[in-house]
């Protein structure tokens, strides 16, 4: 089992980060499983280097050592070329269709793929109603 803590550095570890690292810590080494540490900083306008090094200096200080991604350090933005080659995979394959619909309407947590047969035109990246 491998599981992952990806904070993004547009502040500093906060209180939320620490719950979630000591549930993703304990999860792990009791199932005799891994952590990886993945920066997520695809918000290029709000995430900042002091605030990825305070959050790395914070989880060293706290005594939580990922398993992975901290050398090298593991950011979102250097694995741009592998989501984009998944992708490519997926549409290849027909697994990618449009949707339309806003998160209110989805609702829940988990999309249950209500346009999968709407045949939608296009796909328009970066929705976020
Ligand atoms: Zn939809």
């Given at each position: 089992m491998v599981t992952r803590f990806a904070p993004s550095p547009t502040g500093y570890l906060h209180i939320g980060h620490v719950v979630n690292a000591i549930y993703v810590w304990r999860m792990a080494r009791e199932a005799g499983g891994r952590?990886?540490?993945?920066?997520?900083?695809?918000?290029?306008?709000?995430?900042?280097?002091?605030?990825?090094?305070?959050?790395?200096?914070?989880?060293?200080?706290?005594g939580f050592e990922p398993d992975e991604g901290v050398r090298p350090l593991l950011r979102q933005s250097d694995r741009a070329h592998l989501y984009e080659e998944a992708l490519v995979r997926l549409r290849t394959t027909q697994h990618v269709?449009?949707?339309?619909?806003?998160?209110?309407?989805?609702?829940?947590?988990?999309?249950?793929?209500?346009?999968?047969?709407?045949?939608?035109?296009?796909?328009?990246?970066?929705?976020?109603k």
């Open positions: 952590v990886l540490l993945r920066i997520e900083d695809h918000d290029h306008l709000r995430c900042r280097p002091e605030h990825e090094v305070a959050i790395l200096e914070d989880l060293e200080w706290l269709y449009a949707c339309d619909c806003s998160r209110k309407q989805i609702g829940g947590e988990r999309y249950d793929g209500r346009c999968r047969e709407r045949r939608l035109a296009t796909e328009r990246a970066g929705l976020g």
